[in-house]
C-alpha cells in the first residue's frame, strides 16, 4: 500500500492531496459533495485520529497497523481514515469506456467471466449493503479476487486482503447529488474510477 496514504506526519494524520480538481469528478461526485465528504468529513476522521492516539501506544503507527489493532472510537476513526484516503485517490475524470487495465483486467475477467459480470456482482453488493459502509474489490497473496461488504468502518486489511477499489455507500458520499438514489450513484461511478491506479495497487500487492 501506498505509504503515503497511512503515514502520519510529525505524529499527526492530515488530509491527503486529491489527484484530480475539484469539479473533475462531475457529475458522478458534484464539487460540493467533494467539499463536505473530502473537506469536512474526512478532515474531522483525520483530526479526531490525531487527538486519540497522542500519548497512547497507537502513537508513530500507520493506519493498517492501527486498524488491525484497535477497537471503538480509535478503530472508527482509523478504519474511516484508510477506506477515505484509499477512496479519494482512486478517481479521475469520467470516462465513457472506462475499463480496467493490464494484469488485472486480465484477473478480472479470468475471475468473473467479464468485467460487466464484475460490475454487476460489485453494483448488487454495493446498492444491496444495509445501513453504511463500503463495497470493496482486493486480492489476496495468491492475485485470487474478492468482493466483499465491510460495515461501517471496515477494511479489508482485516481479513489479510490488499484492497485495490471501493465505492463508499454511507449516504454522505451521495445524497447531496443522488438524494436516496443508490444505485443511480454507483452505476455513475464506474466512469470515474482510475483504473490504473487500482492496476498499481493490484501489482504492488
Ligand atoms: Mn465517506
Given at each position: ?21 475539484q ?11 467533494i467539499?463536505f465528504?473530502?473537506?469536512k ?13 497522542a ?11 492501527i ?57 448488487k ?81
Amino acid at each position: 500500500m501506498d505509504n503515503t496514504l497511512i503515514t502520519p506526519a510529525n505524529g499527526r494524520f492530515g488530509l491527503i492531496g486529491l489527484p484530480y480538481a475539484q469539479d473533475a469528478l462531475e457529475p458522478a461526485i458534484s464539487s460540493t459533495t467533494i467539499s463536505f465528504h473530502y473537506g469536512k468529513h474526512l478532515k474531522a476522521y483525520a483530526d479526531n485520529l490525531s487527538g486519540l492516539v497522542a500519548g497512547t501506544h497507537f502513537e508513530g503507527k500507520n493506519l493498517v497497523e492501527i486498524v488491525r489493532g484497535s477497537e471503538g472510537a480509535v478503530f472508527n476513526n482509523a478504519g474511516q481514515l484508510l477506506n477515505h484516503n484509499l477512496y479519494f485517490t482512486e478517481f479521475r475524470a469520467p470516462r465513457e469506456d472506462n475499463r480496467p487495465v493490464g494484469r488485472l483486467a486480465e484477473a478480472i475477467d479470468a475471475q468473473f467471466g467479464s468485467f460487466e459480470s464484475f460490475k454487476d456482482e460489485f453494483s448488487k453488493k454495493g446498492a444491496g449493503l444495509f445501513g453504511s459502509g463500503w463495497v470493496w474489490l482486493s486480492s489476496d497473496a495468491e492475485g485470487k479476487l474478492h468482493v466483499t461488504q465491510e460495515p461501517n468502518a471496515s477494511n479489508p486489511v482485516l481479513k489479510g486482503l490488499n484492497p485495490l477499489i471501493t465505492f463508499d455507500v454511507w449516504e454522505h458520499a451521495y445524497y447531496l447529488d443522488y438524494h436516496n438514489r443508490r444505485p443511480d450513484h454507483i452505476a455513475a461511478l464506474w466512469q470515474i474510477i482510475d483504473w490504473d491506479e487500482a492496476e498499481k495497487r493490484f501489482l504492488s500487492k
